[in-house]
């Protein structure tokens, strides 16, 4: 199996403004009890290790604590800027009408592995391309939290689930069905980086569906059991 067992660092620091971080932690191992959890650092990162979907969702409970963070400080800044507007209200009913409103947008967030992320971005492209919505993704290590931008009205809203719905399906589908495999380099040399190159070149012909993900010191083979244990038999020879 691939995707069973992840390590991903989070950075808490952007809580620090909002909570006392310790207490996160401890509502975090609450929220979370499969998951192991390092110690909390000074610069607030801690290092969390566990099953892909308990990470997961330790991850959209994050996500959703921020966004309600986010929408007390909107509130909050709001209640602010009253008496700024009120003093605008005043002003030519012509200047009001030609102020432009800012266009709302709805947001959805899911968090996949950036393994699968990559997979299906090279292969599935139109998974990650929905239909009057705007998707990216940051990528954190084992992690990628897939943002889906959609407009703010209900067609809107429905486009973004149904965007959000055909991702995680697809996700969950490849989890089935993947397999990652990591061969290290030995001298770590530009050389061998070369050949090393030049023979995935050679291999993609045959294994069309297979992903290839370099880096400086081992790279990672992704695809089916069968495509991933044929490369890496070419490989090793």
């Known amino acids: 199996q691939a995707f069973l067992w992840v390590r991903s660092t989070l950075n808490m620091a952007v809580f620090r403004d909002h909570l006392v971080l310790e207490d996160l932690v401890e509502e975090m191992k609450k929220q979370s009890p499969d998951l192991s959890f390092g110690p909390l650092q000074r610069d607030g990162q801690i290092a969390v290790?566990?099953?892909?979907?308990?990470?997961?969702?330790?991850?959209?409970?994050?996500?959703?604590?921020?966004?309600?963070?986010?929408?007390?400080?909107?509130?909050?800044?709001?209640?602010?800027?009253?008496?700024?507007r009120k003093l605008q209200e005043h002003r030519g009913a012509a200047e009001v009408r030609n102020s432009p409103r800012e266009a709302l947008t709805e947001k959805q967030v899911l968090v996949l592995d950036t393994d699968i992320y990559h997979y299906m971005k090279c292969f599935l492209p139109r998974v990650l391309q929905g239909c009057g919505v705007v998707i990216s993704g940051v990528t954190d290590g084992d992690i990628t939290t897939v943002c889906i931008e959609s407009p703010g009205s209900k067609a809107g809203a429905a486009q973004g689930s149904k965007a959000?719905?055909?991702?995680?399906?697809?996700?969950v589908e490849l989890?089935?069905?993947?397999?990652?495999?990591?061969?290290r380099f030995k001298e770590h040399s530009r050389a061998e980086k070369q050949r090393y190159r030049q023979l995935w070149e050679r291999l993609r012909a045959r294994y069309p569906g297979v992903l290839v993900i370099p880096y400086d010191t081992h790279f990672d083979l992704v695809g089916t059991s069968v495509d991933v244990f044929g490369f890496t038999e070419e490989v090793k020879r």
């Open 175 to 183: 989890q089935k069905i993947l397999r990652k495999e990591r061969i």
């Open 49 to 84: 290790q566990g099953s892909f979907p308990a990470l997961r969702g330790l991850r959209e409970f994050l996500l959703l604590k921020a966004k309600s963070l986010s929408e007390e400080d909107s509130r909050e800044g709001k209640s602010l800027q009253r008496p700024r």
């Open 164 to 171: 959000k719905k055909m991702i995680e399906n697809h996700s």
